[in-house]
């Protein structure tokens, strides 16, 4: 059956993933740099407000590299199942 066969070549640009794992990586490095501001001084409410601001940037970045990484999805289902319905014919 041609629509079990699976194309040699992926339906989507490597370089799509590359970025993808990036945005991922910032989000942890903005993440962990969130964290160290609190570090040690957690009775300080500057630090606290620091925090807040650096969290929510992070929280920012994981949602982008989240969308996307859904968006890289969506666009690789629907190439196979354009493919799927090229090769039923």
């Known amino acids: 059956m041609a629509a079990n066969t699976r194309e040699a070549s992926t339906p989507f640009a490597p370089d799509e993933l590359a970025r993808n794992a990036e945005l991922f990586y910032e989000a942890d490095r903005l993440e962990k740099d969130a964290y160290d501001i609190i570090g040690t001084s957690l009775a300080n409410a500057d630090a606290w407000l620091r925090f807040t601001e650096a969290k929510r940037v992070a929280d920012t970045k994981r949602t982008e590299a ?23 014919r």
């Open 66 to 88: 989240y969308q996307d990484l859904m968006r890289i999805r969506r666009s690789t289902l629907g190439s196979r199942s354009s493919q799927a319905l090229c090769n039923d």
